[in-house]
């Protein structure tokens, strides 16, 4: 239906219900009700090649006396806000050198830590230790305390994921530094799982009781070990198109990690292209190993280790490796889709 067609007939009609804060619905129906998802956003790629020189200069010309945290923000031009990155999810580099706090604070985003370079660094959630070692995913949710240090040597670095864009679009924003007489929040049991998973799952450390901690810390159900991660994955079944996939799962319900986030690792043999596939869902992606490339809507994108690159909903996606193995992380809004009964996805065949 032309919006200014329609219209004409009810301008003065318009015009009164504009001055009371009302509108039509007839005359811009076709306009809110689209037939499928408009994504705006294109796939976007933060090479490490660009990425490190920024981090190294962050370490060198930001203190950590200056920087709650010492984060440089993934952020889209054509995100919905400035800090997005998706527009459900945001993520970063956030890096922390040998002998350095993150003092503890906490707040209603749910987040994640995936590491992507060094060893030796710790988090404790809560009063849970977790080892930070590259390839390890760390969890930190809604309103649990959280601190970094660093009794290591290396530098190190790691991807932050965030649902920062869902919590200021529900303005459900909270923040608290430590201080004597706060305690602790135990974050609520998960739901089982909505959406479909044809892949295998891991459970977080604690569920495992020959799981090692590195650090000599006890597991913990905030940690997913890289080299735990790794196996599962090399032992999953291949899917048709010869990728495997493993999903991070929570250990109540084997849903997802976080009530906001979803997690999964995909493996990639060389020259081998996966199914084309697109979804509601949007990511963001974190190379963990190998090199390829990946077409994205209409944009072939190139990676390699520690690149950083997204795949917006409702894009058709296909992901191929150069090298003999390629691993990647992602981070997806999928299960809370799934959760809304907005979740869709179709898959084609390779191109």
């Known amino acids: 239906m032309n919006q200014a067609v329609a219209s004409a007939p009810y301008a003065d009609f318009i015009a009164s ?4 804060q009302s509108q039509p619905l007839w005359d811009r129906y076709h306009r809110i009700t689209t037939r499928q998802p408009q994504s705006p956003t294109p796939a976007h790629l933060w090479s490490w090649a660009t990425m490190e020189p920024l981090v190294q200069r962050a370490v060198k010309e930001v203190s950590m006396a200056d920087a709650e945290r010492r984060v440089l923000l993934f952020t889209h031009p054509q995100a919905c806000q400035s800090v997005a990155t998706l527009r459900n999810l945001s993520g970063g580099l956030q890096t922390l050198l040998p002998g350095e706090v993150a003092h ?3 707040h209603t985003l749910a987040a994640l830590r995936f590491v992507m370079q060094g060893q030796g660094a710790v988090t404790t959630v809560n009063d849970e230790q977790c080892a930070m070692n590259e390839g390890d995913l760390v969890l930190t949710p809604s309103w649990t305390w959280h601190e970094h240090t660093h009794p290591g040597a290396d530098r190190m670095v790691w991807f932050d994921g965030l649902d920062l864009p ?5 303005d459900s ?9 706060l305690t602790a929040v135990e974050p609520p049991a998960l739901r089982a799982a909505v959406a479909p998973h044809d892949g295998a799952t891991l459970l977080p450390d604690a569920c495992i009781p020959s799981a ?9 159900r905030f940690r997913y070990g890289a080299q735990r991660a790794a196996a599962a994955l090399e032992a999953a079944p291949a899917r048709q198109d010869g990728s495997r996939l493993l999903r991070y799962a929570d250990a109540t319900g084997q849903g997802p990690v976080l009530p906001t986030l979803d997690c999964y690792l995909m493996g990639l043999d060389k020259g081998r292209r996966s199914h084309n596939r697109r979804s509601t869902a949007s990511a963001i992606c974190v190379v963990a190993e190998g090199e390829g ?15 950083v690159f997204t795949v917006p909903h409702w894009q058709w996606a296909q ?3 150069s090298t003999e193995q390629a691993r990647i992380f992602f981070m997806s809004d999928r299960e809370l889709l799934a959760g809304m009964g907005y979740l869709r996805e ?6």
């Open 173 to 181: 924003m909270f923040f608290e530094m430590a201080a004597p007489g």
């Open 17 to 20: 219900l504009s001055k009371v």
């Open 166 to 170: 869902l919590s200021h679009h529900f």
């Open 104 to 106: 503890a604070h906490r």
């Open 319 to 321: 992901h191929m490796a």
């Open 346 to 351: 179709e898959c084609g065949e390779p191109a």
């Open 212 to 220: 090692a901690n590195a650090g000599g810390f006890r597991p913990s």
């Open 293 to 307: 490339s990946s077409v994205i809507g209409d944009k072939t994108i190139a990676w390699r280790r520690n690149d």
